[in-house]
């Protein structure tokens, strides 16, 4: 299986701040990448797939870029509603796997 | 809207299966444009995709659980179900069931969800 590792497990940030995720992967999986938000007592929501696109109906201020092993998820300006937990999850073979989670929360 | 379900009990014993039902509205399952599947949260290990069906019925699982896990469809009904026999604590978890937009030979995202099902496993 793909093993996800994602960096910071956990970070504080400010309304109005620039925040960046990493996500690595054990293979080489091309831009088969995806990211979710999570909030408490919700369903995980899709954000981000193969890599870069924007799913329908996310704020632009969410991006991803990255290949082959690394990844990252940037919110170019924190608002209220995003403090959650993001995670990503690997599409490129079965099972598919996700990342541990980091938890974004507020300073 | 596309939306989904699930159901079913929210209590099982050790050692019995583990049955849940995810009835999904708003799409069509029998068009077979998507996979559909079942993934669980646990505190011990995160997100943890359990498998995937197609409206033909053939079914991928993930190997971890392979020899414990059913997924079937009713395309009548516009559902899908699980179930996971044997079940311990360690299968304590919320399930989800989502529309997978993944296709052979690849895994896909997950871009509608369930609400989520708590299942307790305890005597």
């Known amino acids: 299986d793909v093993q996800m590792t994602q960096s910071p497990s956990s970070l504080s940030a400010s309304v109005g701040d620039r925040v960046t995720i990493t996500c690595r992967a054990s293979q080489r999986i091309s831009t088969y990448l995806n990211w979710y938000q999570q909030k408490p007592g919700q369903a995980p929501k899709l954000l981000i797939y193969?890599?870069?696109r924007l799913q329908s109906g996310v704020p632009s201020r969410f991006s991803g870029s990255g290949s082959v092993t690394d990844f990252t998820l940037t919110i170019s300006s924190l608002q209220p509603e995003d403090f959650a937990t993001y995670y990503c999850q690997q599409s490129y073979s079965i099972p598919t796997t996700f990342g541990p989670g980091t938890k974004v929360d507020i300073k | 809207q596309v939306q989904l379900q699930e159901s079913g009990p929210g209590l099982v014993k050790p050692s019995q299966t583990l049955s849940l039902t995810c009835t999904v509205s708003g799409d069509s399952i029998s068009t077979g444009s998507h996979y559909w599947s079942w993934i669980r949260q646990s505190a011990g290990k995160g997100l943890e995709w359990i498998g995937r069906?197609?409206?033909?019925?053939?079914?991928h699982y993930n190997p971890s659980l392979n020899s414990r896990v059913t997924i079937s469809v009713d395309t009548s009904k516009n559902q899908f179900s699980l179930r996971l026999s044997s079940v311990t604590a360690a299968d304590t978890a919320v399930y989800y069931c989502?529309?997978?937009?993944?296709?052979?030979?690849?895994?896909?995202?997950?871009?509608?969800w369930g609400q989520g099902a708590l299942v307790t496993v305890s005597s």
């Open positions: 989502a529309r997978d937009r993944g296709s052979i030979p690849v895994a896909g995202y997950f871009d509608y």
């Open positions: 193969d890599a870069s």
């Open positions: 069906i197609y409206t033909s019925g053939r079914a």
